[in-house]
Nanobody, 120 residues
């Protein structure tokens, strides 16, 4: 079992910056990737950024060049640094941790979500 606790969400003005954090606990040894998703009202949850244990990072086209995902393995924490924020970035941001499934494929754990609101 893996538990994910997020923090750092809030209200910022367009053009501002914010860093959100996700601390993982439990069966951390089983995790091979972590990432951030977001869901805006009336929209489906979408991948924002991900980071594998091998060091590969991926970003949604809408956030490339503005957002940066990073990990502090000693603290079992993943961060999302968000710069040049836009009103369209407003959403609930969810931390994700992924592990291999015993029956094949993958299994996902989710944080409770943290609200990020960007005002114009």
């Amino acid at each position: 079992q893996v538990q994910l606790v997020e923090s750092g969400g809030g209200l910022v003005q367009a053009g501002g910056s914010l860093r959100i954090s996700c601390a993982a606990s439990g069966s951390i040894f089983s995790i091979n990737a972590m990432g951030w998703y977001r869901q805006a009202p009336g929209k489906q949850r979408e991948l924002v950024a991900s980071s594998t244990n091998s060091g590969r990072s991926n970003y949604a086209d809408s956030v490339k060049g503005r957002f940066t995902i990073s990990r502090d393995n000693a603290k079992n924490t993943v961060y999302l640094q968000m710069n040049s924020l836009k009103p369209e970035d407003t959403a609930v941001y969810y931390c994700n941790a992924r592990r291999p499934s015993w029956i094949g494929g993958t299994y996902d754990y989710w944080g409770q979500g943290t609200q990020v609101t960007v005002s114009s």
